[in-house]
């Protein structure tokens, strides 16, 4: 069974320009979910799909982040413009419904200069 | 507000040694515990616990959960070199199913 995917693995960007995650979650999951992990820290969880509904946004920075899971399947991350501290791993996690173990993509490493 | 606590922070240890990471939650509405082992980026997922007192075991990793006190431990036995990683511990909320995660426990087992 396929994994998690996430794209790009690495991304360097300046501060103010805009940058965006994909994730294709587990085949068959109907959640999915945008994790954000400072450098030693936990994951902290930014936003929640059940299919392409928003189940809970409410720590999204939502005057700079927006995501969206238009058909179910496939979700972007999106940062306009991106702050220096935005730098850290975005995690995408999926799990076959809500309540089941999450299991994790390899995530993005962003660094904002 | 919720929160997740591990401790140690970090450990180190030699092959064969055994260890016990601990982790403590304030989480209203609880619904369970989970671990998960982070080595480069993504953590994988070890165990879920929903009820007290009731040990999970994998090869050499157990975890148990007590809902009285508010805490869960995860034991590694006979450490390989191979479970050096970081260890996730979080709180799933009932309801939301949102989970709260600990800061980690970074475990390095020496050869």
């Known amino acids: 069974e396929a994994g998690v995917a996430q794209s790009p693995r690495y991304k360097i960007i300046e501060k103010r320009q805009s940058v965006a995650f994909w994730c294709n979650p587990i085949?068959?999951?109907?959640?999915l979910y945008w994790y954000q992990q400072i450098l030693g820290q936990g994951p902290k969880l930014l936003i929640q799909f059940q299919n392409n509904g928003v189940v809970d946004d409410s720590q999204l920075p939502k005057d700079r982040f927006s995501a969206e899971r238009l058909k179910g399947v496939d979700s972007t991350l999106k940062i306009q413009p991106a702050k220096l501290e935005d730098s850290a791993v975005y995690l995408c996690?999926?799990?076959?419904?809500?309540?089941?173990?999450?299991?994790f993509g390899p995530g993005t490493r962003l660094t904002v200069t | 507000e919720d929160k997740v606590v591990q401790s140690p922070l970090s450990l180190v240890v030699h092959e064969g040694d055994t260890v016990t990471l601990n982790c403590s939650y304030e989480?209203?509405?609880?619904?369970?515990l989970l671990w998960y082992k982070q080595e480069k980026k993504a953590p994988t997922f070890l165990f879920m616990l929903t009820s007290s007192g009731i040990e999970k075991k994998s090869g050499r990793l157990s975890s148990i959960l007590d809902k009285k006190e508010l805490f869960s431990i995860l034991n590694i036995t006979a450490t390989q070199t191979g479970d050096s990683a970081i260890y996730l511990c979080a709180g799933a909320i009932s309801g939301t199913y949102k989970y709260i995660f600990g800061t980690g426990t970074r475990l390095k087992v020496l050869a």
């Open positions: 085949s068959g999951h109907a959640t």
């Open positions: 996690a999926s799990s076959l419904e809500r309540g089941d173990e999450q299991y």
């Open positions: 989480v209203t509405n609880f619904r369970s």
